[in-house]
């Protein structure tokens, strides 16, 4: 079992650029698959970005293709997702999660077995 925990939203103006966190314990990092989600309120959570277990594999979601960038540091067991350019529409309570299941960049809700517990970005027009 793996045990993920977000960190880096807030409050941030249009154009503004945050970096979220998703710190691991737990299992070997490098064996889990990472996906960023987001839910914003009324709304069915949904894929912003997704990379592999070696980070060879990333998949974004065509709302943020552009803007943002996933990475990860096994070394540290964290994975990143670099937003830029945020907009009001990215407002959303983001989550990460894992998946040793899957090779690749899953993007399925259904191919993650580990959850976070979410942080809040809000971003102001």
């Known amino acids: 079992q793996v045990q993920l925990v977000e960190s880096g939203g807030g409050l941030v103006q249009a154009g503004d650029s945050l970096r979220l966190s998703c710190a691991a314990s737990g299992r070997t990092f490098s064996n889990y698959a990472v996906g960023w989600f987001r839910q914003a309120p009324g709304k069915e959570r949904e894929v912003v970005a997704a990379?592999?277990?070696?980070?060879?594999?990333?998949y974004y979601a065509d709302s943020v293709k552009g803007r943002c960038t996933v990475s990860r540091d096994n070394a540290k067991n964290t994975v990143y997702l670099q937003m830029n350019s945020l907009k009001p529409e990215d407002t959303a309570v983001y989550y990460c999660a894992a998946t040793s299941r899957y090779f690749g960049a899953p993007r399925g809700r259904s191919e993650y077995d580990y959850w976070g517990q979410g942080t809040q970005v809000t971003v102001s027009s």
């Open positions: 990379i592999s277990r070696s980070g060879s594999y990333t």
